[in-house]
């Protein structure tokens, strides 16, 4: 019995249901359901059978919403406990979530994942609190919110203690993931932005892995130990596409780029030579024209490559276009085909000079600048920038 609606049992709440005399019952203040008008049917209009008019549905509703459970008689039956109400669903196509649809439920709840890692721990909400840096009421608050946002408890109370329930480990447990995987990466972020624990990624061609690099590397390590550096080697346009992207943080090309995009300073330069077999017709010359070539079959590196670049503009400005017998990828590749007597190259001077090849000075002289670059506007770690100037200064 409903004691506010003066007795009126449970499924008068039910619309279409009436009492002997023909009447309505008064629908509960707050009824969920909404009310069916008669439409003008009248008490004194009843069949003989008793049965009142039935109500329409109101305009635009689906006669099926009407209860199906009516006999003849208009009365309804007895609805058993708790089935008064229909069971509300999820709207068809929508995934069904605990979590409140209209607010950032990850966003809400990140913040108290530090109370739950904390009582994982310790099943005590004033050292929880402690252990978090909150006000204990702040605590309570929190884990209060967390019972609302995901309709299931996650703390039960024991005596002065709590105690996690199984949705409250299972947050626990994320959490622990997640504040690990934070507090690793932010101890990447110190070390990224601590000039002696930093790290320096450096991209580079590949020639300049057998001395330059190391000499330059070993100098900048010998004041800055702890500094740990990536090393990437690649064409020049690949290098420059890393460095866009910001993979890696300096690159060591030739030539330097003029894309404005990027900043850069020529470190040192190398002398350009023609390598040409110890049989070959000009072995034996002192220095040699390019033009002297143009017969000759060339071994070249691949487009993309810095001296590739170097070389098609030497090539124009001689004025012809070169025979290319085979493009690599690699200089030393370069030197094996030409001393196999395969054809000739220009490269630069090889310490000691493999055999069977002879290497000839150019007339007029010629020569390919390295530049470090790194990108125009874009603030540097700190450790990058100590390796950076000192490059610029070795």
């Known amino acids: 019995m409903d004691e506010s609606n003066g007795g009126t049992p449970d499924s008068s709440i039910l619309p279409g249901s009436t009492d002997n005399s023909g009447a ?108 978090v840096g909150v006000p204990q009421p702040t605590v309570s608050r929190w884990l209060a919110e967390l019972t609302q946002d995901l309709g299931t408890p996650v703390v039960v109370r024991e005596g002065r203690r709590v105690r996690l329930t199984r949705a409250g480990r299972l947050l626990a447990e994320a959490a622990e993931r997640a504040m690990t995987a934070l507090e690793a990466g932010l101890r990447q972020v110190e070390e990224e932005v601590d000039p002696d624990k930093g790290r320096v990624v450096l991209g580079f061609l590949h020639m300049l892995g057998r001395e330059r690099i190391p000499a330059l590397v070993r100098g900048f390590r010998e004041h800055h130990p702890h500094v740990r550096f990536g090393l990437v080697q690649n064409s020049r346009q690949v ?23 990027f900043e850069s300073a020529v470190l040192f330069e190398q002398q350009l030579i023609v390598i040409v077999p ?5 072995a ?30 030497m090539f124009a400005d001689a004025g012809f276009t070169p025979k290319i017998a085979f493009e690599s990828q690699e200089i030393e590749t370069v030197r094996g085909l030409v001393a196999a007597g ?52 070795a």
């Open 239 to 261: 290098i420059l596409e890393q460095l866009a992207s910001t993979e890696i943080d300096l690159a060591l090309v030739a030539p330097p780029p003029e894309d404005p995009a």
């Open 342 to 393: 395969l054809g000739v190259a220009v490269l630069t001077h090889a310490d000691p000079a493999p055999e069977g090849l002879v290497e000839l000075p150019l007339v007029p002289r010629a020569s390919r600048r390295f530049g470090l670059v790194w990108l125009k506007d874009h603030p540097l770690p700190p450790a990058v920038r100590r390796f950076r100037d000192h490059a610029l200064e």
């Open 284 to 313: 034996t010359r002192q220095e040699v024209r390019l033009i002297d070539l143009e017969d000759d079959d060339f071994i070249l590196l691949e487009h993309g490559y810095g001296l590739r670049q170097i070389t098609d503009e």
């Open 24 to 131: 309505a019952p008064q629908a509960p203040p707050h009824s969920a359901l909404p009310q069916a008008s008669p439409h003008g049917a009248s008490p004194h209009g009843a069949s003989p059978h008793g049965a009142l008019p039935q109500a329409s549905p109101p305009q635009g509703t689906p006669a099926s919403t009407l209860p199906a459970g009516t006999d003849s008689s208009g009365a309804a039956p007895q609805a058993p406990p708790h089935s008064a109400l229909p069971q509300a669903s999820p709207p068809q196509g929508t995934p069904f979530s605990i979590l409140p649809s209209s607010t950032d439920s990850s966003g809400a709840i990140a913040p108290k994942l530090a109370v739950l890692r904390a009582l994982a721990e310790d099943e005590h909400v004033t050292r929880a609190a402690e252990r």
């Open 278 to 282: 110890d049989t070959h017709r000009l």
